[in-house]
């Protein structure tokens, strides 16, 4: 079935991964809901899976009943399934699903993935010859890999509909119901659930970046340069050529809006980006130093500990018997 103007049900299936992210699911259920309302009747139709059915628990500690992805229900009657996973694709059980998605995907249905869910089709090789995106903590790394994923807030073509997890499903949701039954309708669905605009495929997730704190451009500019840069960081002298800015003004951009100087701020970050690689990732220490910019281990051992109050290895084992306790 495809996604132009629909007269009958369309049924979708709702595939959640344990570790799911519960907001997530309901911004792609949620829409649907109103829809109907909307319309006057049913046109929207939509069950919850997993890949081998019973109460599956999402990421906020909330359980729901699912049927098993096998199950007749989903193999001969869905038009739609929607994948819905984890913030990151390390942590994801990858094991049993390519067979049944290929399956669904033969059968003619479309198939989607919220966040890190586009990455199950990714891997199913059922993204190839389409735009498709994913969770933007994993775009890069997985272009490097040689994947295709775009900046996009969301896609939807070739029978497959993607999005970077978020809000983003709620809009890529907004936009298959104008793909269904118009832009008055869509509009109507937004406005009851609060939503300020219909966005579109064509806008990117840094074209609306959230500026919290009340920087000013100048300083959202460095402080992007050094997010983009954090594997080879950038002296000030780079910095302040990329930005047009001298280095007094630079720094005194951060003594007044952060507090701290540029290089303390810029260390901050690759830290952060690095303990978030330990506990997200299988990667080995001196993978993640490199990765955070580090040339010498030593010297990454001694400011992963002043930052965090353990050495990494440590910090990464206690981590584990955490989560297996």
Known sequence: MSLDIINKNWKLGVLLVPGYNFAEMSHVIEPLKVANHRLGHTLYEWQLFSLNGGPTMSSCGMQVETLSLTAAWSLSQL?????????????????????????????????????????????????????????????????????????????????????QGGSTSLDMMLHIIHLHHGKSVAIAVAEEMNCATLRTPKEHRLDNKINPYGWP????????????????????????????????QIQRLFKVYIGISPSTYYLEKRLNNAHKLLFE????????????????????????????????????????????A
């Open 217 to 248: 451009n100048a300083l959202q500019q460095v402080a992007s340069l050094m997010e983009n840069n954090i594997d080879e960081p950038l002296s000030l002298s780079e910095i302040s050529q990329y930005a047009g800015l001298g280095k007094r």
């Open 281 to 324: 990732s299988e990667y080995t220490v001196e993978k993640i130093a490199i990765r955070c910019g580090f040339s010498s281990l030593p010297s990454f051992y001694k400011c992963y500990k002043k930052r965090f109050g353990l050495p990494p290895l440590k910090a990464r084992h206690q981590k584990a018997l955490m989560w297996s």
């Open 79 to 163: 038009d739609a399934l929607v994948i819905c996973a984890t913030n990151t694709i390390y942590q994801l059980p990858v094991q049993g699903f390519t067979a049944p998605l290929k399956h669904l995907a033969r059968s003619g249905a479309l198939m989607g993935g919220v966040g890190t869910g586009a990455y199950y089709l990714y891997l199913s090789g059922l993204l190839d010859d389409c735009r498709w995106t994913i969770d933007h903590r994993h775009l890069d790394e997985l272009r490097q890999q040689g994947a295709t994923p775009n900046r996009a807030i969301f896609n939807v073509n070739n029978n497959r509909f993607t999005c």
